[in-house]
């Protein structure tokens, strides 16, 4: 069934639904002839709608999963120009079985292949005890699951599930094409700080159906998160080795993680002082810059200018037509410019 | 025989030296004529002086312990414009004979009574959780050592042996004094966030003779291995206990410890957001500048002017009479005014 | 009658209206169909509402007081959304006989006990001269009363009636508690220091029922305003005293105000040069923030969330649960995370 | 006989010394064989050289003024690479018999013809109010004496006797001149704010021989100062006139001097918000820049480079041949340039 | 039939329209019903307002010229609050009958005038060089007739038509006046200077009836452009002259054009680095801020103020009454201060 | 002969000197007894002595070639600490006998195996206009051969004979690896961007012995530079290929130039707007901080410290053992730590 579904973005007024949302909030109140109604925000992976449900009772409120998913029966209207589900009848939908990627918006690469391509990758590294380290990192369950799904930011970039991973194989494959520019680089270091450098945004975001920071992602952060696994996987490893993990190698595995913002003002406590940090801190910001502008290029809904609207991170607006090298319309050639 | 000796910053030309010297760093050369000769830097708490030890030999070399101290027997000579120690004869010199003080500066308080008037002040904390974290740092005797001999920072303030335990203490005071001004301050939270904010400073500085950076200490710095810490004794405790060690707990120290220099500029990754982090942070910024600001005043070496040299971290020269409220000579009443 | 008036914020549509109002601004407009009506907006401490009168005349407009009280009888109608209420009649209400207090937002405490409280704290200035000093701005008694009256800021810290009394009392408990750790600092220039820091702002803001700043108050400043009045009194004092008041004091004090914001940024000419101008700034610094974080979280609406909205001056959100140390539902500890 | 004296900076190893120079700093020294002797600074307007006197006694150190002149017979020695003077013979000389300008930079124009021009200049105010204001000022002797003797700046721009004056007038010149261009801007206005924006300069610099900050200057600072004597005057005429001097003409005139540095960073507490004020900013910062760069590579050393040195404040090096249009040796035209 | 046209600023619910508009926006939409109706954004030099017109035809709406000229009939509606033309009938108007300035913001001066006036200035130059590079700019048509159209900058000021020439004499005047006072400048350096410093904008904003950035404006910007063309007149002249063209004049008039904005954070590639450069920039803003102040208090809409809303590029709000030095209703005298 | 000399850099004193330096500074000066002499500073790729030539005669000062090479005889002494050459004969020596890296850094590597490698690379350029662009730089003799000498920048990297080339051919080499991974970005665009980023360089420095900045590098600066010569190239090619030569192929190269420093800061006028920019930005950026770090780890002359001196324009010291992962004497472990 929900392979019709329609998505929220596409609803125009006077449609019938019929078909299985995401609660994003819900709340019981009263009208002002003493009557209790439902307001709720339904939703899916392209957007929000109001519903309202009239002549509702506490029962069918409580019946409502807060952050779960609901069948909907009803249709869209239009109330003082904005649209909204008029709610018949509805009834709590199992999580097991929607279909995920309809309610949140998901990486298009297939996340298991992604994580072959990174492990691949990641067997490059020689050094015994950074092999060791990342392989305990690989074996938690609760952290690769996590780093599978988490997005690679709320919203500048790769801000999707599976973002994360597709964000770090993307910094990944470009470390590995250059390293071989760059003979001096410890090659080991690069690469397990490149599969670290973002591991703790797994802990800075909840996982729930809306993607939100958690308490501990707002206040302590997810540089600091990867730089305490850091230190409780090498314990566990000095502990089973029987012998002290490489402290030079925990200092600077954190050092590359704390420094990969490369500013202070972007939350780094620390600024890159060794070329291996130098190097991720630099492939980390590219690979977000084409994701950011690449993507913001794409989505402009203004079809008729040759630029987007202000893109405040960047301070600038983006030019939308430099792979067109033609000269089109807009570029001061035609008639119209004060040059006549 | 100690008691006796002079201090380095008070010698003179001519002086015969027969007293122990801390070893700052040594080198063997050769004259143009093919001999060999030993240089080094001899120091104490006062300040360091050039020592050359003509007609040396690889042994006597080898003898001298580099960061150790060493018994000299010379006089002190005028080389153009400095002075040198031209040293006849010498030898190591066992280092728990010697007088600590005399070549480190070390705080003017008592340790140990320092350490008993914080303890004094943590039993305040209430909070069944915060108590017995704070009980594990201080059970820690590695964590616990290092505190008490730590110096506050390199040079900005209490830059001495003693001077963590003394700023800690100092900032402990104020925050009591002040607590029972904002009722919604959560005491426990305080107090502890004000014994942990600048404990890292234990593993940030060797504790050699001549105090220096750690590389973790630069590499990675003392917020973030507080940070760890705190990860670490809660996981113990955890254990210990056989439940888990509340999340928010390690989640606000961390955020107070992370926060508390301000500003992303001065190295805190998070910016303060509880009202804790916000009492904490303007306490420890309030001692440190008062050290700053008294300090560089009594040590000012010029006593014409009213006001010290160019003090870069506070961007200003500091004015020296503010304690004594007469009109003086230099305050612009005297003759010699553009107004005269 | 003013006993049972209803908060402007509490109003339901529907309600019956028959209390007075602050008038904040009034206008006589033409309907599409001639005729004259009276658009005005009404509020209290609480907040603002439009109101409407239908059929109105010059006369009734010109009745209206502007910045005055205006007893209204009408009813609450809720029209596209925005409640307002409709005025059946209404005539102006004498200023002396309302309970300003429902009308502008006014400090919780006592005026006059903070008062007291402040001169008792006053009275250990033990130097002749700032004593003198001291009791000439508080013999002022247009100085005197706007102080009391004045709020601290317009909106970042202690925005209503009394707020600047109430801040400097703060600083001033404070100063006091924590002179006794730093005994090199002058407590008498500390405490008067405290006192007139932020006194300028009785002249910065108009003392109409709408507080707002003075042309003086945006033109020159209180920082400057009150620089100017120390130099002021000290001028009188010496033509009571026949004999030169002390030029330093004048320095010292006017040094203190006008670098106790600690920041050329934020509007101080010069930045501190002496210990007692640091001990000031952050003491008022911590004052400040303690109000806007605490008054933050309090006031914040949204019961859902764990962190306040954006707090622009403070670069952050705020964290609401620092004064509960147990596990909450929305630290990340709950299902849901991406750790599932 | 001060006709013939050479410059300090002329001097070379070998010379007779038979003049006066003033005293920058003297100081009673003992040999290591325990006699006396005399170390002081000699100068005059283009330097200072060190002077040495042996077999002093304390009587002729006694007789030697600080900050006075001193007539001295001796010789010019290089010692160790420094020219000093050894003194055989010294006696003090009485400052009326100096021409001043021998040591002290002066301004090279005419003190009392740039103050006529300026007075003229000023007689174009025409509000009474201001005309009776700068009246206030031009009667105050102290402050006219000391504003005539002012340079503009420590070292920035105009660093010389009269400076001040030259540059005040420099700019009312120019307002006068750009004035009709903008007949929206109260001409009386911005006369008056020329004419005082910078004042207070004359009680910031003390007026001995050797030119330094007050402590009031430091402390306060020329800005603060000069609002607060716009203040005084004021009241004393209010006194005179029997009425209140406007309020308005103190706010702006006194927002025209906090405001006339043009950006918080420069120690203005209030940033331009008139037409006037802006005008004047920039006025007066063309002028200081057009000094400043003219003087500069005037006074460059180096001949052979077609750029001054590092210029800090202007953050750049200057371009010295910006007067002379044809090709020079050094514009890259030149053979040697990688274009061969 | 134009003298008649009402501007869009003044219209009110149920006027009849009978006139010609701009048309800045077109667009063909569905109703819910299946009908097409035409959505377009009709404007003048005052404003603009929405048109819709029902039950219309795709040749209706092909025939509408966007960016062109379009006789509408219909009348004036409220529609939720916001005025709205209902079109019944249009048709394209030809460009060449309208009076362009009722529809673009246009110089209130005399273009041809201001040109004559600023070719009068230039010819000032006695530099031969220059004098032949003006000539080249001055004869080269196509910049010439784009330099009298283009606006002096989007918003900040003089945005109009003529804009750009009316502030490039205003700023040729104010040089010309005081470049007396600064003998040492380059007078046919700054001239030149002038006249070309924002030139460039005359291809950064294309020329159509709403004025916007060019894709070359935005791209490479007004200074390079500039730049550039000074390039390519000295290259022509060389070829004129079989003679190289003096390089050192090439590079001070780039260097000018470069560095005078004054800041790298506003544009500049290159800082001041000539006596002339810094003259151009501080007279070039000076005429700015001049336009910016003034035109911002005239335009003010809040008439009960005494000073405008926030402008953000200046950082404060303006005053609004400098012009007029006696005491008013808003400067903290009247009654309702704190001081009552 | 040549194959013997001695490295400035390795002189002692004693040594005899005969061999061929480069003149960098030559002066004629009379002894205090009326002699001539000739102070002159000689130099190689190693660094710079300074000579005196006693009993010199105008003949031979004549006979120096400034900024040309010189055969000296002499010997090497200590004068006051600082070695120097007491020359005994000299004669001025062909500049086409010398080798000329003895006097200049030059790259390590073959600059015409490097100029042919990025040739290869270009050859990938598919679109016509942009192969037209690169041949018309290829083809400009000038240019080449300045391109394939200039150095990357006069000191923060590769700042040596070739170094330009080297960085090139780096970042090409870096942008074909990469480019892969960005299906979206104009591979052409990106190549040839590559290619003139920094090709103004060429003219930015005179190529001279000794590498400084030319008056056009310093006024006007390689960023502008670069775009002009994309201008004058595109002009020639439009009037070669009797049509006009695409516009928006001009703009796009010509802000890519002016965008690559990627900060107003960093004296580009314009920000990165297009992905192609911010792809050439930070390639750019990351190849220059690894020659940075690199060098300045291997060249630090401190063998003892595990951090290499402050790196000023890093904000950091370098920690130089990033290559070594098993734990070193310096990194805390080792006895001396606080903890002990």
Known sequence: MENQRLCVKDFISGQTVDQVFVVRQKELRTTKTGDLYISATLGDRSGS????????????????PPDGFLHVKGRVEDYRGTLQIVIDACRPFPTDKVNLSDFLPVTENDVEEMWSELLEILRGVKNKHLRLLVKKFIEDQQIVSAFKRAPAAMQLHNPFVGGLLEHTLSVARNAKALLGMYPHLNADL???GVFLHDIGKSAELSGGLNIRYTDRGQLVGHITIAAIWVQEKAALLAEELGEPFPKRIVNLLQHIILSHHGEYEFGSPKLPAIPEAFFIHYLDNLDAKMYMTINRIEKDPDHDSSFTGWVKELR????????????????GSQTGSLFE
Do not use: C, N
């Open 190 to 192: 690069v690469l397990t």
């Open 316 to 331: 600038t607006r983006l030019y939308k037509h430099s792979g067109d090298l033609s000269d089109g319309e807009d570029d």
């Open 49 to 64: 709608i109001p519903g309202r449900m009239w002549q509702a009772s506490e029962a069918i409120f409580d019946s409502i």
